[in-house]
């Protein structure tokens, strides 16, 4: 299976300059920059791929349940989205599965994790923090292979935001009484737990670190595209030396996941994923007394006002939606532009995203890897063409795609009104909606004209604007002159249908405790 | 010669208002005539909270810890009226100690529930916690006041406005602090209150697309049925418990915000 790597032809090369055929840029005489960087006309990038010899991937893998791999009844094969390879063949969770996995839970839950110190179990989970930094590179190898996000994003943000998640919340597990004044806290039970496949790894640690930490047991769902870092995880554990049953994986599709949500030993359930499926959840527990967390779809405005640092504004701009190839539920897909700087920003826009290399997600190089499955490339496909049809215009820079796999060159929309699919609908993918306001209280109406309300972006010099805008904005993050940072201990989490509790921080320990008072 | 007294007519509380049932309906209780509330009453209640809301939201913590300790004083003041319409003194001086009590803690609760957040890099990081918006009460049947009160007051001093739907057996002593509430500098429609039955009246609370939250304290029977209802626009089903008193029944009610901003030179 290696050997992928150091094919040149597999490697993405900008077009020359001169064949572009992008519009030419409207910038105001104010507004153009004093030295504009040029882009030479033949530069290219040499190939800098990452060995993938450092993960070795089993031709098959089970279900882990009680510390041990049960042999799954029916198996379904992940690929690599770059190019269709495929990886391993996974199992597809039964209800029978889910059953062994959730009585694991239970018995290594009553059989002495929930009464064992927090202390010892905070040790545990630093083991498990240490383990992932020892053995990131490996991780993030196998998650840009199983994903398709470029491996500088794994290596740089997935991987370093897992292992300190686990760190962050292993200092919790003894001091959790310090956490909610006049409470007594106590563990949950058993936590089921279903999450996405736009950030695998770290996705598992924001659901498993703060689980653990308030003496729960976990059966947890990984994606169905995305099983294999859930799947070495498990290696992780075992080294880890944590008792059998306290975290257990179970693979598969939606089927999986719903035996999950259904199961009567389960006692609570905490889903990321889109919002159509988190009100499915929500519906199916209604009258269970089953707990609930929500993190679910976003559409999020990042506003830009005129005295913004421009240029800092479309890295922003960019980084809120094309990073992980726009997979990400808080993303920036809306850009609200004041009026007055909407010609020479969209302008800048344009130019930079000309110089995004879209290609191999294994190349360091790579700015925009490849989309995650073809289920999703179709929906894709169907949003932006109901954006060209809905009457917005189109611009994607001159890119040639790879063959094979899944890839969509980065669009943004312009002349887009917000009653367009592409700018009420969660695309996920790398896609852009470009709309116009002229005063605060306007980018406020338009901003909060969602149904989600998952995290927003502002862009300004102006402090007091800042907040202005961040005490009206209905969301939960507010990036204000930055966007799509994560901390383990920042809380993060949706206002109206994003869903509802928060992972991260204090607040994160929550969704995971009982309170006697 | 002995004079006839002044009736009250019993009437509903909505956007600041007393007005019958849309419905023209009553119902008996206790020995009264009492509006009936319908279908429509609820949306007329919704729509009257979430224009009051913001406004509400937006007072200072100061402002809206006064205003509900102004509460306090209105129901003191009307204490005897009230004894009468629960099960006594006891339970009334139970409410305004609880009113007294959750006025206070209006500007505390962002310090208690929010914080700052050490992130690891060059960002300045801080939680807030804010109002969900529009919640929903289904207050329990008893005891009459001091329930609703116990109900009542955690979304309020979070800043939120709420659809109240009271005891159906014992409604009077609701309809006497809506009074005390309308003459207390809660602005209009931030507390509408609803007289009638809430098998009737849950459902349609529980599946309005404008309702952030619901409390199900008071919800007899189906509150199975209510959550899936709820599920439509993500609403925040909470059970309340219809004798707690703390923060802790606030921030259930309440959303966290989290800003994020780059610290340089």
Known sequence: MGGGFGERARLQVPAPRSDLSEPEPVVSELDKPKRDLEVPGDWTYASAPESRDIVRIAERYGHFVGGEWLEPAETYETIAPRDEEPLAAVGQGTRADVDCAVAAARAAYADGWSSLSGSERAKYLFRIARLLQERSREFAVLESLNGGKPIKESRDVDLPLAAAHFFYYAGWADKLEYAFPNRRPRPVGVAGQIIPWNFPLLMLAWKVAPALACGNTVVLKPAETTPLSALLFCDVLRQAELPPGVVNIVTGDGRTGAALVEHDGVDKIAFTGSTEVGKGIQRRLAGSGKRLTLELGGKAANIVFDDAALDQAVEGIVNGIYFNQGHVCCAGSRLFVQESIYEPLVAKLQRRLSTLRVGDPLDKNTDIGAINSAAQLEKIRELVASGEQEGAEIYQPPCTLPEKGYWFAPTVFTNVAQSYRIAQEEIFGPVLSVLTFRTPEEAIEKANNTPYGLSAGVWTEKGSRILWMAQRLRAGVVWANTYNRFDPSSPFGGYKESGFGREGGRHGLEPYLEFDR | ?265
């Not at chain 2, 909505?14 to 419905?23: D, L, N, T």
């Not at chain 2, 429609?189 to 309005?208: C, I, K, Y």
Request: hydrophobic share 45%.
């Open chain 2, 1 to 265: 010669m002995t004079r006839l007294p002044v009736r009250k007519t019993y009437k509903l509380y909505i956007g600041g208002a007393f007005p019958r049932s849309e419905s023209g309906r009553t119902y008996e209780a206790e020995g009264q005539n009492v509006a009936r509330a319908s279908r429509k009453d609820v949306r007329d209640a919704v729509r009257a909270a979430r224009a009051a809301q913001p406004g509400w939201a937006a007072a200072t913590a100061y402002n809206r810890g006064q205003v509900l300790y102004r509460l306090a004083e209105m129901v003191e003041a009307r204490a005897a009226e009230f004894a009468g319409l629960c099960s006594g003194r006891e339970e009334v001086e139970g409410a305004i100690d609880r009113i007294v009590w959750y006025a206070g803690w209006a500007d505390k609760l962002a310090q208690v529930l929010g914080g700052s957040n050490p992130v690891a890099g060059p960002y300045f990081n801080f939680t807030v916690p804010e109002s969900t918006g529009v919640v929903a009460v289904l207050a329990p049947e008893a005891p009459p006041l001091l329930g609703l009160v116990t109900r009542l007051l955690p979304p309020l001093v979070g800043g939120n406005a709420v659809v109240a739907v009271v005891s159906e057996a014992r409604p009077l002593a609701a309809v006497e602090l809506a009074e005390a509430i309308a003459t207390s500098d809660v602005p209009g429609g931030v507390v509408n209150v609803l007289t009638g039955f809430a098998a009737e009246l849950g459902p349609w609370l529980a599946s309005h697309m404008d309702v952030n939250a619901i409390d199900l304290c008071g919800a007899d029977g189906d509150a199975a049925e209510l959550e899936r209802l709820a599920a439509e626009n993500v609403k925040r089903v909470v059970h309340g418990a219809a004798d707690a008193q703390s923060p802790w029944e606030v921030g259930a009610f309440l959303e966290l915000k989290t800003v994020w901003h780059p610290i340089g030179r």
